[in-house]
């Protein structure tokens, strides 16, 4: 009898379903139909692949409600931010179906005569692709699709917190037409599976999106193995605030950076450097919108913020807050507590949570995932920015102000991956890279064209016509060069 797990509402606490576990034969099975689908899925033609990327994509259109409620019931956050997800897969596929028309090389000019070379994008075989929860839907999306469309095969270990959303985006690939072993979806605690995965010898690339340390050991491993392999960690993001920026928006900007999906994003806006001349103002403000933030369960439409997904990460994030007051001595403005009344006695409820601190606190340097945010007064732009870069992580970074050389400098001088001017640190979109510099990654970009980069490999190709042995470097061709 193979091991189960539960999936669980995390607003009510209710039982979902019960999602067998993977064996390690179960494993071993998808491996071994993943390695023999590739041989013929590598020749299949990519525009056909792409073909197929948006059949798959419209089968998410027309089932998208149904999903996105399917989502907000095993991961908690509100509907509208699950369509949204959803929505992400959608465009997901839609811009890597056109990209089967595309896989671009280039051509060059040999430095030989009647020679011809070029370059083209050759898949790298079996991948392992390990999903977090915060976008159940949407990262395998950016994982999955580029990587068929490059002609490699997949298994797909999602987060054990949520099975059905990676079920769900899996049938619209196999109903759309993926062929059998090309896609294979297997369920697991991370600490076993994951490290299965990893240590595959017939997987030939990793893509890991979770926490800086587990990536750490991820990429110790692929190392060692010689596997190709992208990490997507963590973030200890950042806002800025300046004298003169446009404090309305700052506001809901900061709002919905630091509680939208209950602060759990590997984006989210964690730290406000708000400037000396606004701060207090910027502050009351805050805090007073958002003790009135409506905190539910996420099907109902009024809900701005929903539950914590676990009660692991219930705990982690009061463990946080204890920090807060009683290591870092922060000054709590706003919650702190995790609600047990009424209807939140059932689920995983925080209360949203302002902190007065400084850059050097803990909770101002380690990633929380959830709806904790501290603020720290600035006293100039080069104190914000280099307030801003105080973290090991550098994924995401934004500044509100209305000064054009401030907006320049900080595209210029913040250490992140992705910069937002006049927008939180959230809401990226598919056609452009994402992911973050220092221990954020490892020099990878998912999204875009640069995810073409993580599930291919270039080969260099040289023909020659001329019908004679030429030696590249040795072979004199300018007049006068000497041999
Ligand atoms: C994440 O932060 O965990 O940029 C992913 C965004 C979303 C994806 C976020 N498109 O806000």
């Known amino acids: 009898m193979p091991k189960h797990f539960q999936n669980i509402n995390p607003a009510t606490g209710q039982l979902i379903n019960i999602v067998p576990e993977s064996t390690p034969s179960d494993l071993d099975a998808a491996v071994k139909k993943a390695k023999d689908a590739f041989q013929s899925w590598r020749r299949f ?19 998208k409600e149904e999903f996105a409620k399917e989502m907000t019931e095993e991961m908690g956050k ?35 005569p009647d020679k011809f070379a070029m370059t083209v994008r050759i898949p790298v075989g079996v991948c392992g692709l390990i999903t977090p929860w915060n976008f159940p839907m949407a990262i395998p999306s950016w994982k999955i699709y580029p990587a068929i469309l490059c002609g490699n095969t997949v298994i797909l270990k999602p987060s054990s917190l949520t099975p059905n959303s990676a079920k769900n985006f ?10 059998p072993g090309v896609v ?26 979770g926490s800086s340390r587990t990536g750490s050991s991820v990429g110790e491993t692929c190392g060692k193995l010689h596997k190709k392999c992208s990490l997507e960690l963590g973030g200890k993001n950042a806002m800025i605030v300046m004298d003169d920026a446009d404090l309305d928006l700052a506001l809901e900007g900061a709002l919905w950076g630091a509680f939208g999906t209950a602060g759990q994003r590997c984006t989210a806006t964690s730290r406000i450097i708000v400037h000396e001349k606004i701060y207090k103002k910027f502050r009351d403000r ?42 870092d001595h922060a000054r709590l403005l706003l919650g702190g507590n995790i609600m047990k009344k009424g209807a939140y006695a ?31 007064k600035i006293k100039s732009f080069e104190e914000a920015v280099s307030v801003l870069n105080s973290t090991v992580y550098g994924l995401s970074g934004s500044i509100y102000t209305q000064d054009i050389r ?23 979109e598919v056609h452009l890279p994402f992911g973050g510099v220092k221990h954020t990654g490892n020099g990878h970009r998912e999204a875009g064209t640069a995810a073409l980069d993580i599930f291919s490999e270039w080969k260099a190709v040289y023909i020659d016509y001329s019908g004679r042995l030429q030696k590249a470097q040795i072979d004199a061709q300018m007049p006068g060069r000497k041999p």
């Open 406 to 428: 401030r907006v320049m400098r900080a595209i210029q001088d913040m250490e992140t991956g992705i910069t937002y001017v006049n927008a939180p640190t959230i809401g990226a």
């Open 286 to 327: 805050l805090v007073e919108r958002a003790r009135k933030l409506k905190i539910g369960n996420g099907l109902d439409p009024k809900t701005e913020m929903g539950p914590i997904v676990s009660e692991t990460q219930l705990e982690t994030v009061a463990r946080y807050v204890e920090i807060g007051k009683n290591v």
């Open 170 to 179: 899996v049938w619209a690939l196999e109903k759309a037409g993926v062929p």
């Open 346 to 376: 059932r689920g995983h409820f925080f209360e949203p949570t302002i902190f007065e601190g400084t850059s050097n606190m803990r909770i101002a340097q380690e990633e929380i995932f959830g709806p904790v945010v501290v603020l720290i």
């Open 78 to 112: 509100p509907l509208k931010e699950t369509r949204g997800d959803v929505q992400e897969a959608i465009d997901t596929g839609f811009y890597y179906a056109g990209e089967g028309r595309r896989l671009f090389g280039q051509t060059t000019p040999s430095e030989l």
């Open 45 to 63: 033609p990519a525009a056909k692949r792409g073909e197929i990327l948006l059949r798959s994509m419209k089968l998410l259109e027309e089932h």
């Open 184 to 209: 294979n979806l297997v369920y697991g605690e991370g600490a076993e599976s994951g490290q299965w995965l990893v240590n595959h010898p017939e997987i030939s690339l990793i893509s890991f999106t």
